[in-house]
């Protein structure tokens, strides 16, 4: 899911089935009590108030993390998950993995608007399946969730519920118990909720350990098979989803982003597993409005991916789309590192306007060649592109939609250089 030409994503970075158990509600009134289950399931008789579902046939159980909240740092968030597992596996027999692929989960966790209970602020938080319909979880990312405060939409408290469910417990009636159905109330385990893990799986082995295990990346298979394929909307609500990837060190990989359905112009972005930087992003590199981003990762890392279309939030298109990550495999690793033979070059709009031309060419050309943007591409203010380039010294030139053009000449390109571009100046860094 890559590609050469870049673009400031980290601004919206900002912003922002079904099968159903469960069900968390954000204000706890009383009229609201009663658990919301698809499958309400017969309770037990005397002091015990939880309610046991079904259970897993086994103790050693794998998940995978797919994608991102839009409101947190990825690795925030998937460490609240993983904490979130932590608390069980300390409760009981079970013992956690963490898998580099979903084929190999046993649960699989994802933030979603795409069901009909979810894409709404304040309404249903979260659900997942039982384990006897595969376990997996859903988190509804139209809230705006927190971290470890027990507020409503803690994601942590929010996570170890859910995890509830796809380990087998209902709800409970115990205010104080984390599978109470309404959040804000139990911020971890009660013992209610131990006793009913425990009846479940059995008490905890001190011999095992009460940490999520990481599982080393499978194998590449040779040849460009494709590794994983996920589905999703956009609209003029939800202009961007968030996904992750793992890659191995070394590894190239080829994302393709394809409309379904509608009138989506599919646009594609690959950002460092912090989504401090963008690495790469494409409009329509596939044919059409289809996008495509073939990336060689430096390092191993979950790198995040991010599905919107052209223009952003300014955009019109909506419609589903299938987003598919094909491996190539991993180049072999030379035995001493090269001396690099280009160099990023890298255009920064400051100016308060798009920019609808770049050119740049070596000072010794006589004229400036191909414009650099490429066709209906504009460079919104506040973003960047950049190019990989010889070492050399190079002529600028810039021009906004309305055909103002700045030009700045004999920028020495000898490491990685940014070109600033601002009302009435262009500075090199």
């Keep these: 899911m890559k590609m050469r030409l870049?673009?400031?994503?980290?601004?919206?970075?900002?912003?922002?089935?079904?099968?159903?158990?469960?069900?968390?509600?954000?204000?706890?009134?009383?009229?609201?009590?009663?658990?919301?289950?698809?499958?309400?399931?017969?309770?037990?008789?005397?002091?015990?108030?939880?309610?046991?579902?079904?259970?897993w046939d086994k103790t050693d159980l794998t998940f995978f993390i797919h994608n991102c909240p839009s409101t947190l740092r990825c690795e925030d968030a998937h460490e609240a998950i993983r904490r979130s597992f932590q608390t069980w596996d300390a409760a009981s027999r079970l013992v956690f993995t963490e898998v580099a692929q979903p084929r190999n989960a046993d649960i699989e966790l994802r933030w979603s608007m795409q069901d009909e209970e979810l894409g709404s602020p304040g309404g249903v938080l979260a659900f997942a399946y039982f384990p006897s319909s595969g376990g997996d979880v859903y988190f509804d990312d139209a809230e705006r969730w927190s971290l470890y405060d027990?507020?409503?939409?803690?994601?942590?408290?929010?996570?170890?519920?859910?995890?509830?469910?796809?380990?087998?417990?209902?709800?409970?009636?115990?205010?104080?118990?984390?599978?109470?159905?309404?959040?804000?109330?139990?911020?971890?385990?009660?013992?209610?909720?131990?006793?009913?893990?425990?009846?479940?799986?059995?008490?905890?082995?001190?011999?095992?350990?009460?940490?999520?295990?990481?599982?080393?990346?499978?194998?590449?298979?040779?040849?460009?098979?494709?590794?994983?394929?996920?589905?999703?909307?956009?609209?003029?609500?939800?202009?961007?989803?968030?996904?992750?990837v793992d890659a191995a060190a070394g590894e190239t990989m080829t994302l393709t982003l394809e409309t379904t359905s509608g009138n989506l112009d599919a646009y594609l972005g690959l950002l460092t597993p912090n989504q401090d930087t963008v690495l790469a992003e494409d409009d329509d590199s596939l044919g059409g409005t289809n996008a495509k981003i073939t990336y060689t990762f430096p390092t191993a890392g979950d790198y995040v991916i991010l599905a919107t279309r052209y223009d952003l939030a300014n955009g019109d298109t909506t419609g589903n789309y299938r987003l598919t990550a094909y491996r190539g495999g991993t180049p072999a690793q030379p035995t001493a590192t090269p001396t690099p033979s280009l160099m990023s070059l890298t255009v920064?709009?400051?100016?308060?306007?798009?920019?609808?031309?770049?050119?740049?060419?070596?000072?010794?050309?006589?004229?400036?060649?191909?414009?650099?943007?490429g066709e209906n591409v504009v460079l919104e203010n506040g973003f960047f592109a950049r190019w990989e380039v010889q070492p050399d010294t190079y002529d600028v030139r810039v021009s906004d939609c309305s055909g103002n053009a700045l030009e700045e000449y004999f920028v020495e390109v000898t490491s990685a250089t940014e070109v600033e571009i601002f009302v009435n100046d262009i500075q090199p860094r």
């Design 6 to 55: 870049l673009l400031l994503f980290i601004v919206l970075l900002n912003l922002s089935l079904f099968v159903v158990t469960t069900v968390f509600a954000q204000d706890a009134a009383p009229e609201r009590r009663t658990p919301i289950d698809r499958y309400p399931l017969p309770r037990e008789d005397g002091a015990v108030r939880f309610s046991l579902a079904d259970k």
């Design 150 to 244: 027990g507020g409503a939409t803690d994601l942590f408290a929010v996570a170890v519920h859910e995890i509830g469910h796809s380990l087998g417990l209902d709800h409970s009636d115990d205010q104080n118990a984390i599978m109470f159905p309404y959040s804000g109330f139990a911020p971890e385990l009660g013992r209610d909720d131990v006793a009913g893990i425990q009846r479940l799986y059995g008490a905890d082995d001190d011999g095992a350990p009460d940490t999520v295990q990481p599982d080393p990346p499978d194998n590449l298979d040779p040849g460009n098979a494709p590794v994983e394929i996920v589905d999703g909307v956009i609209t003029n609500t939800t202009f961007y989803q968030l996904w992750t």
């Design 348 to 373: 920064t709009n400051r100016s308060g306007v798009r920019l609808c031309s770049v050119w740049f060419s070596p000072s010794t050309n006589e004229d400036w060649g191909d414009e650099q943007l």
